[in-house]
C-alpha cells in the first residue's frame, strides 16, 4: 500500500502526539522521567513484527530472524512514523525533566 504525501505529516504528527500524551502521564504517574522512552522500542516491535510475544522465548532463532527481515522490509514512510513516535515518548521524558527543575509536582 502506498502512503501518499498529504497521510506522512498526518501519520507523524499523530504518532507523536500519541507517545508524547502517553509518555507524559506515565511519566507524571509513575515518576520515572524516560520510562516511555525505555518502553518504546518494544512496542515498535510489537507494531512490526507479527510473531507473538512468548515466541521471543521459546522460539528465539526464527523469531529474530523474522523481526530482522521484517526490519530490512520496512518502508521509508515507516521508518519515518516510528522514529517520531520515538520523539514523542522522548519528548515527553525532557518535559517532565523541565518541569520538575522549575518546582512543579505532578502527584
Known sequence: MEMTIFVLPISMLL??????????ILNMLLRMSWIM???YP???????????????FSNSKESFASLGSELTQLATAD???L??????????GIT??????????MF
Request: hydrophobic share 65%.
Open 37 to 39: 522512552a525505555i518502553v
Open 15 to 24: 504518532f507523536f502526539v500519541l507517545f508524547f500524551g502517553i509518555g507524559f
Open 42 to 56: 518494544i512496542i515498535a516491535i510489537f507494531i512490526i513484527d507479527k510473531v507473538r510475544f512468548i515466541e521471543y
Open 96 to 105: 517532565i525533566k523541565i518541569l520538575r527543575k522549575k518546582g512543579y509536582q
Open 83 to 92: 522514529l517520531s513516535g520515538l520523539a514523542g515518548a522522548i519528548g515527553a
Open 79 to 81: 521508518i519515518l512514523i
